[in-house]
């Protein structure tokens, strides 16, 4: 019953920008879509969030489909530091308390 | 101190030992959690503590008993582990609970291995 699909892998060149699809085609009104990752031998970071509109940080923009069956993590510009497992992560009525982690797409950055 | 910090970074244990692990924040958060990550495998909850009370238990075996002291401490006590426990004990902590926008801040978690 996995709420989110991911690739298992993607790859980039550094300072290209990337983009890191997930699929929630069953997402409600009100669930939040989060994007953590987890970079080697570390605990896994927050990234973004969002609910309808796109999102912009220091670290990454989230594009939210219309529909909001989809969305996409974009890195603008890669870094070799960009390599982890990217998680997207929706937080629903259901397990409100419970920030539940998918399979995550692992991204590759090459020099 | 946007920091969660947890030691030991690393522990080696037999299966009749007793051993805890510790997690600290000095963020002011009152929701801290305990996930335990297989490798290759994404984080799954084991315990969520709010305002220094259990929430919640995902059915995690007796062998595994959490504490919250007060509200910059977590400790995971163990007992009587065994070989398939080993794995990287990760926690987190965030501002409040039950919030679909809060986000989650972990530690770099402790590589716990059981002979």
């Known amino acids: 019953d996995a709420k989110t699909t991911q690739p298992n892998s993607m790859e980039s060149n550094e300072e290209e920008p990337v983009h890191l699809p997930c699929n929630h085609s069953?997402?409600?009104?009100?669930?939040?879509i989060h994007w953590y990752r987890q970079l080697p031998s570390q605990g896994p970071e927050y990234v973004i969030h969002g609910l309808t509109s796109n999102v912009n940080n220091r670290m990454a923009s989230l594009a939210i489909a219309e529909d909001r069956k989809s969305s996409t993590l974009i890195l603008h510009r890669a870094t070799l530091r960009d390599a982890a497992v990217y998680y997207c992560?929706?937080?629903?009525?259901?397990?409100?308390?419970?920030?539940?982690f998918g399979t995550g797409t692992r991204l590759q950055v090459f020099p | 101190d946007t920091e969660v910090t947890q030691t030991p970074k690393h522990l080696v244990m037999g299966m009749t030992n007793k051993k805890s692990l510790k997690c600290e924040q000095h963020?002011?958060?009152?929701?801290m959690y305990w996930y335990k990550q297989k490798a290759k495998k994404p984080p799954e909850l084991m315990f969520v503590?709010?305002?220094?009370?259990?929430?919640i238990n995902e059915s995690v075996p007796s062998r595994f008993s959490p504490e919250c002291p007060n509200s910059s401490l977590l400790n995971l006590h163990l007992h009587a582990l065994q070989p398939e426990d080993s794995a990287l004990y990760l926690c987190?902590?965030?501002?409040?609970?039950?919030?679909?926008?809060?986000?989650?801040?972990f530690g770099s978690g402790t590589q716990l291995s059981v002979l």
């Open positions: 069953t997402i409600s009104g009100t669930d939040y």
């Open positions: 987190a902590s965030s501002q409040d609970f039950n919030r679909k926008f809060e986000k989650l801040f």
């Open positions: 503590y709010s305002y220094e009370k259990l929430s």
């Open positions: 963020m002011g958060h009152r929701a």
């Open positions: 992560i929706l937080r629903d009525d259901q397990d409100t308390d419970k920030l539940i």
